[in-house]
Nanobody
């Protein structure tokens, strides 16, 4: 079965850290670009970060997370990570990863651009 599975969400205090994982099964991630999105209640989905295919390696961060979040991949584990530091209450959302077979660095609101989506993992930042 071809799928993406996110994990690593949870409840954390402001200023804390979490590492989200996006693991693929049924296909290998190294040629895919992987994007992370988040959606808070009552808000539109926001593109947070993207990493191009392994051959490219470029990354993108939304201004809202630049300097605090880091995206990376571990091809041996067929997994992409989103390290989130200095978390703020406004980071609270469901986080999704998506895989794009073009491999290029791009992040778009058009969900049909992506070949696979994960089911989401909840991140709550609260004291």
């Amino acid at each position: 079965q071809l799928q993406l599975v996110e994990s690593g969400g949870g409840l954390v205090q402001p200023g804390g850290s979490l590492r989200l994982s996006c693991a693929a099964s049924g296909f290998t991630l190294d040629t895919y670009a992987i994007a992370w999105f988040r959606q808070a209640p009552g808000k539109e989905r926001e593109g947070v970060s993207c990493i191009a295919s392994t051959n490219d390696g470029n990354t993108y961060y939304a201004d809202s997370v630049k300097g605090r979040f880091t995206i990376s991949r571990d091809n041996a584990k067929n997994t992409v990570y989103l390290q989130m530091n200095s978390l703020k209450p406004e980071d609270t959302a469901v986080y999704y990863c998506a895989a794009d077979s073009s491999g290029i660095l791009a992040i778009t609101d058009d969900e049909t651009w992506y070949d696979y989506w994960g089911q989401g993992t909840q991140v709550t930042v609260s004291s």
